[in-house]
């Protein structure tokens, strides 16, 4: 008995240690929680004058050319840690859980998309960030401004 639990627990020795230099894939709100949560908090809040408010607000981005682009190139999505399929499966969760709608519904990011557009850094994310807002429809713009200033 006794000499089976010291077994038991050599293996596991040996096996959890493999077992954590490949984890398995997370689920996206696991990923989001261990990965944007610290910075964007739990509801997409964000944090006032820090970090922009994404709840309401982020789908917005799609209405404008480059905005696609964009939330792959932003330095907290392009730098992460995630593979290019878990940050996919990410950012396709994330941006309707998210909102608004947009026109013509929300089209879901490949992996090779990712894959592609986060080597294509950003000298300026402000400037860009700012452009594309001016870009928007008259509603969704001011949106995107009042809760910025709140
Ligand atoms: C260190 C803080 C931080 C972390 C961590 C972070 N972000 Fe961000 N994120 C920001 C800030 C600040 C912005 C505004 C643009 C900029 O300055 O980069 C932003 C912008 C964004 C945007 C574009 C929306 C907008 O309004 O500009 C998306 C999408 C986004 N982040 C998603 C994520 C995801 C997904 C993760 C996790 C994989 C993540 N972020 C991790 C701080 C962070």
């Not at 696991?30 to 509801?43: D, E, R």
């Not at 013509?104 to 998309?113: A, I, K, L, Q, R």
Request: hydrophobic share 45%; aromatic share 6%; glycine share 8%.
């Amino acid at each position: 008995m006794r000499r089976a639990f010291t077994i038991a627990c050599l293996a596991a020795a040996l096996i959890l240690p493999m077992a954590a230099a490949q984890p398995p894939s997370r689920s996206p709100r696991t990923n989001y929680m261990t990965n944007c949560q610290g910075c964007h908090l739990p509801g997409g809040e964000g944090m006032y004058g820090k970090v922009p408010p994404m709840r309401g607000h982020l789908a917005n981005f799609l209405t404008v050319p480059g905005g696609r682009e964009f939330l792959i190139r932003v330095p907290g999505v392009a730098n992460s840690t995630l593979n290019d399929s878990d940050l996919a499966a990410l950012i396709n969760w994330l941006v309707p859980a998210m909102g608004p709608d947009v026109p013509g519904g929300f089209v879901p990011y490949t992996s090779d998309e990712i894959h592609r557009l986060r080597r294509m850094r950003l000298q300026d994310v402000n400037t860009l960030r700012a452009a594309l807002i001016e870009q928007m429809s008259a509603d969704r713009r001011a949106a995107m401004l009042g809760a910025a200033s709140r």
